[in-house]
């Protein structure tokens, strides 16, 4: 840490960008009141797991500020679509959809010491190609997104949404245990699974 407070990792300065991430989730949270600690939880879940897999500290801070940022393409979503309680439709699925990539062009033109942005339009990828925006798999999928993704699946279904009440902890590692492989990374999944087994994950309500 420097003089005036500032956190400095491999000679960067990030006490800026995780201040910034931290606004404008915070800002993209008023819009929607039901997960206004959902970007927040998936960070925290996501440094955890990252932790696990001995991330190194200036890579565990770029995690932090992609979980922080992971839905702000969210915000161009029409209201009517967040706070449906009922399931979508086609159409309103499509807005769904191109939150990643909404996110993507919002962050592109900030020049992160981490591929945030990168890793924001790849947060809904799964390894086995059954994902969205483009489908990629495994390889082609940035790791910060990997560990976002689980951690995204598991804050999300521990949630309560207008269309369906909050399901427990064990449901969420059952998805996680169950698609290991498929859907998620093995050792991302071991990791998150380590990492909620320990209780050390405190969800913000």
Same mark, same amino acid.
């Given at each position: 840490?420097? $003089? =005036?407070? /500032? ?24 819009? /929607? ?11 925290? #879940?996501?440094?955890? %797991? ?5 991330? /190194? ?17 969210? %915000? +161009?979503?029409?209201?009517? +679509? ?6 979508? =439709? ?20 900030? /020049? ?5 942005? &990168? ?21 082609? %999928?940035?790791?910060?997104? &990997? ?21 427990? #902890? ?19 999944? $071991? ?12 969800? #913000?309500?």
């Amino acid at each position: 840490m420097s $003089d =005036n407070g /500032d956190i400095k990792v491999k000679s960067v300065n990030v006490r800026p960008y995780v201040q910034l991430a931290t606004v404008i989730s915070k800002i993209v949270s008023r819009k /929607d009141p039901y997960t206004h600690s959902h970007s927040e939880n998936v960070a925290s #879940l996501a440094v955890m %797991i990252a932790k696990e897999l001995e991330l /190194d500290e200036f890579s565990l801070i770029g995690v932090r500020i992609a979980g922080l940022l992971h839905d702000i393409g969210k %915000i +161009i979503v029409p209201a009517e +679509i967040l706070f449906k309680p009922s399931c979508l =439709n086609d159409m309103e699925w499509q807005f769904i959809r191109i939150h990643p990539v909404t996110g993507y062009d919002f962050l592109r033109e900030v /020049d992160f010491p981490w591929p945030v942005a &990168k890793a924001v339009l790849q947060h809904h990828e799964r390894i086995d190609g059954s994902g969205y925006p483009y489908e990629l798999k495994g390889g082609e %999928i940035l790791l910060c997104s &990997k560990i976002i993704a689980v951690a995204d699946v598991v804050d999300a279904m521990t949630s309560f949404r207008p269309y369906r009440p909050a399901f427990p #902890l064990e449901v969420a590692m059952d998805e996680i245990r169950s698609n290991r492989g498929i859907k998620y990374d093995y050792d991302v999944a $071991d990791a998150c699974l380590a990492v909620l087994r320990s209780g050390i994950w405190k969800k #913000l309500s």
